[in-house]
């Protein structure tokens, strides 16, 4: 499974991160996390998350290291994992290293209810197992607000294949069964 990239995409709270985790071990493929990259940044400069505008540039920050790791590994053709609530403009960004590098990508896109989802989010953003460097400080506890900011995130579309996964329940999702469908597309 050589040069294949992975993408792990969808709203914030819908489970991206612990899949990624649990794949990224079962296979040893690389990860790259951008909210793991935040949370270095977070831990060395302290920045104030209470300021949005603060939040966003070590967040697009992170957004950048994680697009310049992800070309490093393309360089020596490793299967990658890369875990993040991808927007646009990524696609473009993605299109002109998969094209350079001939990588096949699949993208597991993570949603369902937007409702139980936005519970859920602002639910693990008051917990203490949240790095302090990710909260959101209630700026989405408006459930418009979450509904229309992750709107790109739940329509992100990239790759050759793409697997949907509704994590509206955990109960119901097989992190084995969605590693089948990996394997087998």
Known sequence: MNKILILVAGMPGAGKTRFAEYFSKRLRFTLI?????KEILWNRL?????IRSESQKYGGLAYDLSFH???MLMQSDQP??????FTEPC???LKEMVEEYGYRVITVLFGGDIAV??????ERDKTQQRHPGLVSNNYFSDFELFKNATKPCR???FGDVRIVVD???FLKVSYEDIIEQILHS
């Open 69 to 71: 790791f992800c070309k």
């Open 167 to 169: 994590t509206t329940d």
């Open 80 to 85: 990658i994992i890369f875990e993040s609530n």
């Open 117 to 122: 989802i936005h519970q859920r989010f602002m």
């Open 46 to 50: 302290h920045y104030n998350t209470t």
């Open 91 to 93: 696609p473009e960004k």
């Open 155 to 157: 329509n992100f579309s």
């Open 33 to 37: 996390c951008k909210d793991r990259l």
